[in-house]
């Protein structure tokens, strides 16, 4: 499976609040960075447990998935907020040959003050 399918797959699960699929997408040591003040995460079962607080936390929500560029073992895209229509936010996955997340990097989607695009 190529890597835009496996990200597509990944949030597909997190749409679905599937859990056992998202940990069988995860490396054991996956590299997990959201922007903010989030700590960083080093291992499959510190994700888990922040997705868990997600999913507790945004309920029904759902993001959406826009702008996904895939190249070889790295995928680029935009995302919503929960509930939201625009993107917010730019994440980065690199997937390993055998189909499992080895890093994740959220990017806060902010433009400078007086920037128009």
């Known amino acids: 499976m190529d890597a835009g399918?496996?990200?597509k797959s990944f949030f597909e699960?997190?749409?679905?609040?599937?859990?056992d699929t998202m940990s069988s997408m995860l490396?054991?040591?996956?590299s997990h960075r959201m922007p903010g003040d989030v700590p960083a995460?080093?291992?499959?079962?510190?994700?888990?447990t922040m997705y868990r607080t997600i999913f507790e936390a945004?309920?029904?929500?759902?993001?959406?998935?826009f702008d996904m560029v895939a190249e070889g073992n790295m995928v680029a895209f935009t995302v919503?907020?929960?509930?939201?229509?625009?993107?917010v936010a730019a994440i980065f996955h690199e997937w390993s040959?055998?189909?499992?997340?080895?890093?994740y990097r959220g990017y806060a989607n902010t433009a400078p003050p007086g920037f128009d695009n």
């Not at 699960?13 to 859990?19: C, G, P, Q, T, V």
């Not at 490396?27 to 996956?30: F, H, P, Y």
């Open 13 to 19: 699960a997190f749409s679905r609040r599937d859990l």
């Open 5 to 7: 399918s496996l990200t």
């Open 58 to 65: 945004i309920g029904d929500a759902q993001q959406g998935v």
């Open 97 to 103: 040959d055998d189909g499992k997340l080895l890093r």
């Open 41 to 48: 995460m080093e291992s499959r079962n510190e994700v888990l």
């Open 27 to 30: 490396a054991e040591d996956v």
């Open 80 to 87: 919503s907020a929960p509930g939201g229509d625009e993107p």
